[in-house]
């Protein structure tokens, strides 16, 4: 079966610190991948999604960016986090019949 | 701004009771999801519901679609209080570039007291 692995699951990182949050898939190939970010109490917004190694888009400039080393490998980056990248961070991949989330990451820049 | 907009923002119902929850998308979709979410998790996902379907049920979930009114709702049957949770609806836009890409709204949140 299909699974999605996310971590670390909280982080609590000072302004202008680095940041690298994974995310692997498991039973699946070449899959879609997506990073999502959460705003306390709001929906989801879409940071960048993936449909092959090396491919990587962006739905909105930021401060951060993404890469995919590995078909089933999606990490999120920072070379120096900003107090406004708080937030709570999901990974997802689609199968077609709709998303597999994460647990997500709980950051807070501090 | 946001493709999908739940209606009501929040929701308190006791043990039993209905809980009807809607979701309004302002372009043409390939499909429409919900979403569950417990607090402090990830997303789980409920039901998709395709753009030529008008209704879908699981188990205590009905969803129905009106894409000439660009709507979605979303009922749960004689709800529990593990129900408590957010509920999201997510559209899937049609588009050469949407690549599959969801949009979410703000969500539900429902509260299911006993």
Same mark, same amino acid.
Request: charged share 15%; hydrophobic share 30%.
């Given at each position: 079966? !299909?699974?999605?692995?996310?971590?670390?699951?909280?982080?609590?990182?000072?302004?202008?610190?680095?940041?690298?949050?994974? %995310?692997?898939?498991?039973?699946?190939?070449?899959?879609?991948? /997506?990073? /999502?970010?959460?705003?306390?109490?709001?929906?989801?917004?879409?940071?960048?999604?993936?449909?092959?190694?090396?491919?990587?888009?962006?739905?909105?400039?930021?401060?951060?960016?993404?890469?995919?080393?590995?078909?089933? !490998?999606?990490?999120?980056?920072?070379?120096?986090?900003?107090?406004?990248?708080?937030?709570?961070?999901? %990974? *997802?991949?689609?199968?077609?019949?709709? /998303?597999?989330?994460?647990?997500?990451?709980?950051?807070?820049?501090? | 701004?946001? !493709?999908?907009?739940?209606?009501?923002?929040?929701?308190?119902?006791?043990?039993?009771?209905?809980?009807?929850?809607? %979701?309004?998308?302002?372009?043409?979709?390939?499909?429409?999801?919900?979403?569950?979410?417990?607090?402090?998790?990830?997303?789980?996902?409920?039901?998709?519901?395709?753009?030529?379907?008008?209704?879908?049920?699981?188990?205590?979930?009905?969803?129905?679609?009106?894409?000439?009114?660009?709507?979605?709702?979303?009922?749960?049957?004689?709800?529990?209080? *593990?129900?408590?949770?957010?509920?999201? %609806?997510?559209?899937?836009?049609?588009?050469?570039?949407?690549?599959?890409?969801?949009?979410?709204?703000?969500?539900?949140?429902?509260?299911?007291?006993?």
């Amino acid at each position: 079966s !299909q699974t999605i692995h996310q971590w670390p699951a909280t982080l609590v990182q000072p302004v202008g610190s680095p940041l690298s949050l994974e %995310c692997t898939v498991e039973g699946t190939s070449n899959p879609n991948l /997506y990073w /999502y970010r959460q705003a306390a109490g709001r929906g989801l917004q879409l940071l960048f999604y993936s449909v092959g190694i090396g491919q990587i888009s962006s739905e909105v400039p930021q401060n951060l960016s993404a890469s995919r080393p590995q078909d089933r !490998q999606f990490i999120l980056s920072s070379k120096k986090l900003l107090l406004s990248d708080s937030g709570f961070y999901l %990974c *997802a991949w689609s199968s077609g019949e709709g /998303y597999t989330f994460g647990s997500g990451t709980r950051l807070t820049v501090v | 701004s946001q !493709q999908g907009e739940e209606d009501p923002q929040a929701l308190s119902i006791q043990e039993g009771e209905n809980a009807t929850m809607n %979701c309004s998308y302002k372009t043409s979709i390939n499909n429409l999801q919900w979403y569950r979410q417990n607090s402090g998790r990830g997303l789980v996902h409920l039901i998709l519901i395709r753009s030529n379907e008008r209704e879908k049920h699981s188990g205590r979930l009905r969803v129905t679609l009106d894409t000439s009114k660009k709507s979605s709702s979303l009922l749960i049957t004689a709800s529990r209080a *593990a129900d408590t949770a957010s509920y999201f %609806c997510a559209t899937d836009k049609i588009g050469t570039d949407s690549w599959g890409k969801l949009q979410f709204g703000a969500g539900t949140q429902v509260v299911v007291t006993p």
